[in-house]
């Protein structure tokens, strides 16, 4: 009989998780540097960067017992992200930086490169090296892939929901098993 509470939220492995990680450690250091001290929008900017991440990691911890706590804190996760985003969309309108169209080579070289790393050091090393609205258009990038890959989590949680049921009807199924056994 398979345990009653799996093993589950290892969310390092999973790529939405990474990308967070990428996001928040970019935006960490794109404020601290680019952003006047006492800006407000600092910490507004890291605390939405964290909140994509960190509800990330407390749904796949959660996932375990409560199907509708996991969905609803990756929902979390992805409004933190959005937040986020239009923080980057509004640093490129008023310091009047070009954002990324679709289509141009900037944009495409980017998504290449956020499908081919999840991995901070890469992104951050790269970041050092470019000036403010490059890093932003790059946030803005990977932002917008973490949100599909989170989309794409949620489904596959609703798919399996529906398909299998939640934490209640397994706990019934189990209790069923074990008196049927007796």
């Not at 407390?58 to 992200?81: D, P, Q, R, W, Y």
């Not at 397994?170 to 209790?175: A, E, L």
Request: glycine share 4%; aromatic share 10%; with cysteine.
């Amino acid at each position: 009989m398979e345990p009653l509470v799996p093993n589950r939220g290892n969310y390092k492995k999973l790529i939405s998780y990474q990308k967070t990680d990428v996001i928040f450690q970019m935006t960490y250091y794109f404020c601290h540097k680019y952003l006047s001290k006492g800006d407000r929008t600092i910490d507004q900017m890291i605390q939405a960067a964290r909140s994509g991440k960190q509800n990330i990691i407390e749904g796949c911890c959660a996932s375990a017992t409560s199907t509708k706590t996991e969905i609803k804190l990756l929902n979390v996760a992805k409004a933190s992200l959005k937040e986020l985003l239009e923080d980057y969309e509004d640093y490129l309108k008023v310091h009047n930086h070009r954002q990324w169209e679709d289509g141009s080579r900037e944009l495409e070289a980017m998504r290449n490169l956020g499908a081919k790393y999840s991995d901070a050091a890469y992104f951050m090393n790269l970041a050092q090296t470019r000036p403010p609205e490059v890093i932003a258009n790059m946030v803005i990038v990977l932002i917008k892939q973490a949100d599909y890959l989170l989309f794409r989590q949620l489904q596959k949680i609703s798919d399996d929901f529906i398909k299998g049921g939640g934490f209640s009807e397994k706990m019934s199924k189990v209790r069923r098993e074990y008196r049927d056994e007796k």
